[in-house]
């Protein structure tokens, strides 16, 4: 017995050193870089794959929502689940919460990985139309453009990967918001060189030449960069942009009837038809959660909640016919729904408390009972709506206040309400004054839309105590907020302990 064990040891020991292969053998299922990338098939397939990360937890199809919309002055959480509930309300504890903060930091930077993937390979393979591979190394950078956008948006320093790792062990160091916001600006810049002004109807849904202005736009208005800004906007008014958008009936805007509609300069595209599992796979549910986790008590899960001052905002001001503006009938659910309009919640009568109020945007309403995790409801991410009033602000802030009324009335105009210059004379040429009802103006047009948290940053609502007392008034849960700390996310911890070039972010 000795002796066969002294056998089995030498055997064992001897192993490593002349069967290492046996241990490191390929998946012969799985096709390495060097075989993949070879065919203009290949090349489309890698650029497909960005938009699979869409269809992720981390990012638009969960949890991009309750950091955009919860966490600003439009929304809130009453969740139970009390860790959920304190990331909306600035209740940091654990900064690896998974679903707060570890979850959209992985997928994004999944994203950006396939984004880099596609433009260190797709540049040699060969293409029988050089238009085609353009445009599909122009997707590439406008996707990774965009989520390195709302990366900025988040966390703000962060490592900017521009290749794909030869060695998974590499860590990046983090970059500064300035040079993060320049990479952006590089990639879309490029980007819109190549992209199309449409696509045609098998492609629809890809970002064209105005999705990239669009978030051009947005990327130089956050840095107060307005002459750049006005510059990207101009495509849409007198560009060749200027024919190819314009507003329709508000409500299709939310709803899987009418979508890549005229209005739409980018949204991302959802459907019901695969009902699988939140996974990274073939199976993946492409069906937006949004509306399971924003609908009422008994509806959905009801974890995300409107702030009632958006629906006395609403009533501040009748249309010219003397009416409650419109726009509230498809914004959100509150008690008076049906008084008002006529409306039952998802065929209820209101059965909430008297001032609770939830987000109808994207809601299933207008044809079912109930919401489930396979909305096919298309989120919105740029409308022309939003360009108009981006537009308003950038000539406001360029001193030409007097031309910025016009795009705030075409949007008004469609619901009804009187020129903005009718309603309120006192606001004058004053660029102050336009500001602070311009605000109002995107809250009513936009809110529930994912825009709420980059406009208070851009406004600098939050960079003061006094201004955050402000903003605190319409939503208790900025009480909590740290001037100085609240203003982004902190980086997941087990990132930085991981990676020691990174370093969490101040005062966290």
Known sequence: MKKLLLILIVVVLLTPSCSKSLLDQMNPNT?????????????????????????????????????????????????????????????????????????????????????????????????????????ILAQAKFLRAFHYYYAALLWEKIPIVLEPPVDPGVQHPESPLEDVWAQVEKDLNEAVVALPEKWDDANVGRPTKGSAYGMLARTYMQQ??????????????????????DLVDFKENFRATQENNKESVFEIQHSNENTGGDCDCVDNNMGSNRPQFFAPRGIGWSDGQARYWLVEEFKKEKTVDGEIDPRLRYSLFYPDLEKDFGDKIYGRSWEWDPDEAWFKKYSRDYYRNNEDYFSEVNNR?????????????????????????????????????????????????????????????????????????????????????EKVNIVAQRDPDFKNFEVGKHIRLPIPQVE?????????????
Request: net charge neutral; with cysteine; proline share 3%.
């Open 381 to 465: 991410v740029i409308r022309f709506a939003d360009i108009l009033l981006m537009y308003a602000e950038v000539l406001n802030e360029l001193g030409q206040t007097a031309d910025a009324y016009q795009y705030v009335d075409r949007v008004r105009q469609r619901s009804k309400m009187a020129p903005l210059a009718t309603k309120y004379p006192s606001i004058g040429n004053n660029k102050d004054l336009f500001r602070e009802r311009l605000k109002v103006e995107r809250a009513l047009e936009l809110c529930g839309e994912s825009v709420r948290w980059a406009d208070l940053k851009r406004w600098g609502d939050l960079d003061t105590q």
């Open 224 to 245: 107060h960069k307005w002459q750049q800004a006005k510059t990207a906007l101009d495509y849409f008014f007198t560009g060749a942009g200027k024919d190819l958008y």
């Open 496 to 508: 930085v302990l991981n990676n020691p070039y990174l370093n969490q972010n101040p005062k966290y």
């Open 31 to 135: 096709l390495t870089v060097e075989e993949f990338w070879k065919t203009e098939a290949d090349a489309e397939k890698g650029v497909n794959a960005i938009y699979g990360m869409f269809y992720q937890d981390g990012t638009w199809a969960r949890w991009i929502f309750f950091r955009l919309d919860l966490t600003s002055d439009e929304g809130f959480s009453k969740s139970p689940w009390i860790e959920l509930g304190d990331w909306t309300r600035f209740q940091y504890v654990n900064y690896d919460f998974w679903e707060g903060n570890n979850w959209t930091w992985r997928d994004t930077y999944k994203a950006i990985f396939r984004c880099n993937q596609v433009l260190k390979y797709v540049p040699d393979i060969e293409f029988s139309d050089p238009t085609k591979k353009e445009r």
